[in-house]
């Protein structure tokens, strides 16, 4: 090594003996296990310092977990974190400014502590939450011919006692409304998070790519959505360690794993769990990271005409199960089965298990431990595993519908987002479709929007219409304030929101965001003015819609008409960004923008922005 070695590689050697490793073990292969962990804990487990958010507290003992197991194997494991917000923490706040720019700068400095131990063998990456597990995945997708798996952090327990880390968000509205006392506030908000660790209870963004890391193969068989702290969930970092050897001795790298059909299985799954509509913009991320093709708006569309909902649970119910009691009803691999039988899924795909999905759902169906979690289930709970996961045509009998719908339109020509899972069932007709009809009410920030609701101005059948919350507006703040507080109204299922932001992945509702193009890149939906109506129309079953300007000023028109209306009028006068938009995000807006927008994941493409550049300092202005 003298000899041959760079400087770099021998004073590792001295650093690590200088940390007290045993230098008789030096040259064992070094692994490294990054996380999002935030926080200090006493040994016991009593907090020094507190984390962002319970999502990475517990997180540390799933890295202590894996490293004692690659060292009972003769291996040198290293640990490096980056640490994550929590996008409930800065819901309604200009935290929020930096939610989503946040998941391209941690996938950077991921990637970056990635390369800087030149010497690795392989990354376990142990990640729960929002932005810090979307991060890990992109990070972890380059890793090319490396060997790389995700330990997904797990769930928090439902409170015995208690609302869910959703439904508690809604407190303020709640009170405002006088439907509830101070007393149950401040003690119904110290009741939610009933477990330490973990992401929330419910099917939301964080859940959401638990099942997407799982889905694509990344991460070992039934991991996702387990029990923050439990030993079944301690496990999980043991065996996803031991894993890792295999594919080292192997030779399996990541791009073995990450393949256009892993990420089609990773939709055919979303679609299945009716999950968070954040992950169209996270997915596709993933796919560029591991140089495979992003998916567009009509392949989600696709997928979600031809996968049926199986999943009941938070938020979308009927009877919203924790995800939690989803893990004890087979998580991923119990609704992988029914996929396979439907013809869904391509389960030649290799994971990290090191056999292929194929052989993974074999051995999950004789599994002892399938078996035992559905009983306990049944003991724990009284709740039957086949409520919670279901065969499609049981499903669909429970009026179980596809989640995701893309509405275009004269106010969305480059489309939108909805969940139409969410949509109140009581108004959807009996051809399986929403319409809506009324007058616009425009809020250009999300604090005048919050506060026409506190003090009740907004009315049934009205349509909110929040502006200048896209990438070049607000960093595509997440409006999960807007959608829990309507919910505090007695009509609020007669109320639509418009959007240029994004929504949390446990909102409800009758809600379009990702309207496109934004209000400040000169979109339609900038030129709305208070008291324009506003037409919504939902096909639930074909998974089409629409949002159209129909009338002004007490006259009603077609589509069309309104097209060419809105084409004459000019942009409101009072479209701004917040005010408080930092310098980093805006630079992050210019660079997703040049890097194919909302639709394009929200990535950073390196080469379409140097052409961009090319293109603008050339004589000619072309590239």
């Avoid at 929002?130 to 327990?157: C, E, F, N, Y």
């Amino acid at each position: 090594m003298l000899l041959t070695q760079p400087s770099g590689n021998l004073f590792g050697l001295t650093q690590n003996a200088g940390m007290g490793w045993d230098p008789k073990h030096l040259l064992d292969p070094e692994f490294l296990i990054l996380s999002t962990h935030g926080g200090v804990r006493a040994a016991d487990g009593t907090p020094i310092a507190l984390g962002f958010h319970t999502g990475h507290w517990e997180v540390g003992l799933l890295v202590a977990e894996a490293a004692r197991e690659l060292r009972a194997h003769r291996c040198v494991p290293f640990a490096g974190a980056v640490t994550d917000p929590c996008d409930g923490r800065t819901q309604g706040t200009e935290g929020m400014l930096d939610s989503l720019p946040y998941r391209n700068d941690a996938a950077i400095v991921l990637r970056r502590l990635m390369r800087s131990l030149p010497t690795r063998k392989g990354v376990i990456g142990v990640a729960t939450c929002d932005k810090g597990l979307p991060a890990m995945m992109m990070a972890l997708a380059s890793s090319g011919r490396t060997p790389s798996i995700l330990v997904p952090g797990g769930v928090t327990l439902l409170p015995e006692d208690g609302e869910d880390a959703g439904k508690v968000q809604t407190i303020g509205a709640r009170f405002a409304q006088q439907q509830i006392t101070l007393e149950y506030a401040a003690d119904i908000g110290c009741r939610a998070c009933a477990s330490p660790g973990g992401g929330c209870q419910f099917l939301g963004t964080a859940a959401t790519s638990q099942v997407i890391g799982e889905a694509l193969g990344l991460s070992l068989p039934h991991t996702a959505l387990a029990p923050s702290g439990q030993p079944i969930w301690l496990d999980a970092a043991q065996r996803s360690a031991r894993a890792i050897l295999r594919m080292h001795q192997t030779a399996m790298g990541t791009a073995d794993i990450l393949t256009q059909a892993s990420i089609q299985n990773a939709m055919v799954l979303h679609a299945a769990f009716g999950g968070s509509t954040n992950l169209l913009l996270h997915l596709p991320a993933i796919a560029h990271a591991a140089g495979l093709r992003r998916p567009t708006a009509a392949d989600w569309a696709e997928v979600n005409r031809n996968t049926p909902r199986l999943v009941d649970a938070l938020p979308n119910g009927p009877r919203q199960f924790a995800t939690v009691q989803v893990f004890l009803a087979g998580g991923v691999p119990e609704v992988m089965l029914h996929l396979r039988r439907a013809g869904l899924l391509d389960t030649t795909v290799k994971t990290v298990s090191g056999t292929t999905l194929d052989e993974c759902l074999n051995w999950w169906q004789d599994s002892p431990r399938r078996s035992q979690l559905k009983e306990q289930l049944l003991a724990q709970d009284r709740i039957d595993a086949d409520d919670v996961i279901m065969p499609p045509d049981v499903a669909r009998a429970r009026g179980l519908t596809s989640t995701v719908c893309f509405p275009v339109g004269n106010l969305a020509p480059e489309g939108s987002v909805i969940k139409s899972t969410a949509i109140d069932p009581s108004l959807i007709d009996e051809a399986g479709i929403y319409r809506h009809r009324g007058p616009a009410r425009v809020f250009i920030t999300e604090t005048a929007a919050i506060a026409a609701l506190k003090t009740g101005a907004i009315l049934e059948g009205d349509v909110m219409v929040l502006i200048c919350g896209g990438p070049a507006g607000a960093g595509m703040q997440e409006i999960y304030q807007i959608t829990s507080a309507l919910k505090a109204l007695p009509h609020c299922k007669h109320v639509a929101v418009l959007t240029d932001a994004r929504f949390s992945g446990v909102s409800t509702g009758a809600c379009i965001g990702h309207i496109s193009p934004e209000a400040l890149a000169n979109g339609p939906i900038g030129r709305v003015h208070d008291g324009d109506i506003i037409e919504i129309v939902i096909d639930r079953n074909a998974l089409t819609g629409t949002v159209d300007l129909i009338g002004e000023n007490g006259a009603l028109f077609t589509a069309d008409e309104g097209r060419k209306r809105l084409a004459m009028r000019s942009s409101r006068p009072d479209l701004a960004p917040h005010p408080a938009l930092p310098n980093d995000t805006r630079l992050w807006a210019a660079l997703v923008q040049a890097s194919g927008g909302v639709w394009g994941g929200c990535v950073y493409d390196t080469d379409m922005i140097l052409a961009r550049l090319e293109a603008s300092t050339s004589p000619t202005g072309k590239a």
